[in-house]
């Protein structure tokens, strides 16, 4: 398994405050069976902007710690960016991507996807950049109407839930809006979005939950075989669901007269 959406890095955003709290989540992520994850830090200019260097320093730090305790996990450098005008030139320059892939994990506003938002998403499509729209379900413009996130696919975005999402950690609506994303197959990557704050159990509960409520097949695509696309530099397929809603049978002409 794959967690692409973490902060575990320590004392650098509203993540984890502390080196040994990092390495302790990362040994019952190593312990469940994470094999690699991405340490994806908030950039958001005016909240958490900081330089490039200063990132690498504190993940040389967490992977020597990490070595050090004996832990296997893949730790991969991440960035969660807030779309702004004119981001596209930070995510180049500093090179905010998931580890040395074109994926870039994107956030915008919770009260709702600003009308500016592909506006702002579209350089980055032009730059060769692979955008996946972090927990979508969470933004009330989409658990407005959950459709709008086919339209997002649609303009080459890709989406990502949490697991927490499906567990109803954020509240009912979104636990509904979740599941839509997931039934409709509107739902590329499922990821933690954990702050160590918990016990990292959500991400294993909800991969069960989906492959009882669904299919291993749908399960280990959301949570290793389409992640593991981006560390290979891997196409992860926009559409992998084909629904199909077949209508009721029409009772015939004599069936309805002597129902």
């Keep these: 398994m794959i967690d692409i959406h973490t902060h575990i890095l320590h004392n650098i955003d509203d993540g984890s405050n502390d080196i040994d709290?990092?390495?302790?989540?990362?040994?019952?992520?190593?312990?469940?069976g994470i094999q690699r994850v991405y340490l994806s830090s908030h950039y958001f200019h005016g909240h958490y902007q900081y330089e490039r260097s200063d990132y690498d320093l504190k993940l040389a730090d967490l992977r020597q710690a990490a070595q050090k305790a004996g832990l296997k996990i893949d730790i991969?450098?991440?960035f969660e960016v807030f779309i702004q005008p004119g981001i596209v030139n930070d995510v180049i320059s500093k090179s905010l991507f998931l580890g040395d892939s074109q994926y870039v994990l994107i956030e915008s506003e919770l009260n709702g996807i600003p009308a500016d938002?592909?506006?702002?998403?579209?350089?980055?499509?032009?730059a060769g950049c692979k955008p996946i729209l972090a927990h979508a379900e969470r933004y009330v413009s989409i658990m407005h109407k959950p459709s709008t996130v086919r339209n997002l696919i649609e303009k080459n975005i890709y989406i990502q839930t949490n697991a927490g999402s499906l567990l109803g950690y954020y509240g009912e609506k979104v636990r509904q809006t979740a599941w839509i994303l997931i039934n409709n197959g509107w739902t590329h990557i499922l990821a933690s979005?954990?702050?160590?704050?918990?016990?990292?159990?959500?991400?294993?509960?909800?991969?069960?939950?989906?492959?009882?409520?669904?299919?291993?097949?749908?399960?280990?695509?959301?949570?290793?075989e389409h992640p593991a696309m981006i560390h290979a530099s891997l196409n992860i397929p926009y559409s992998y669901v084909i629904v199909k809603h077949i209508p009721p049978r029409r009772k015939s002409f004599l069936r309805r007269i002597f129902a």
């Design 21 to 32: 709290k990092s390495i302790a989540q990362l040994r019952i992520m190593d312990a469940g």
């Design 76 to 78: 991969q450098s991440g």
């Design 117 to 126: 938002f592909y506006d702002n998403v579209y350089p980055l499509l032009r």
């Design 193 to 224: 979005d954990d702050h160590v704050r918990g016990d990292y159990k959500a991400f294993f509960k909800a991969k069960k939950i989906i492959q009882e409520r669904i299919d291993d097949k749908t399960a280990n695509l959301l949570t290793s």
